[in-house]
């Protein structure tokens, strides 16, 4: 099972009171006349898999403990592999090179 976002928040950095909307790495995106909710610590992606809740609780990093940690979603998230798999047919075996 898949661990939610805002616990593996929890998990890394611990929870602190407040909301999430309060705290600093919490990023209001507009695109398209539309807003898009962000934690920068988390993860900016153009899925609405990272979009964030601002009335969630917060995590330790509230309101505005430094971090240089960024992209926790990358933690969570499967890496495409750019490895072949044995058997399978590449593109090149197709056209000869």
């Given at each position: ?19 999430c909307?309060?705290?600093n790495?919490?990023?209001v995106?507009?695109?398209h006349?539309?807003s898009?909710r ?60």
């Amino acid at each position: 099972m898949a661990i939610r976002k805002n616990e593996l928040m929890y998990k890394l950095f611990g929870k602190a009171k407040g909301k999430c909307k309060n705290c600093n790495y919490y990023t209001v995106y507009k695109h398209h006349n539309k807003s898009y909710r962000k934690c920068e610590v988390y993860g900016v992606t153009c899925s609405e898999a990272t979009d964030w809740k601002g009335s969630a609780d917060a995590c330790g990093l509230f309101p505005n403990k430094e971090t240089k940690v960024r992209d926790v979603v990358k933690t969570v998230r499967p890496q495409k592999s750019e490895e072949q798999v044995e058997g399978q047919t590449s593109i090149f075996d197709l056209i000869g090179e």
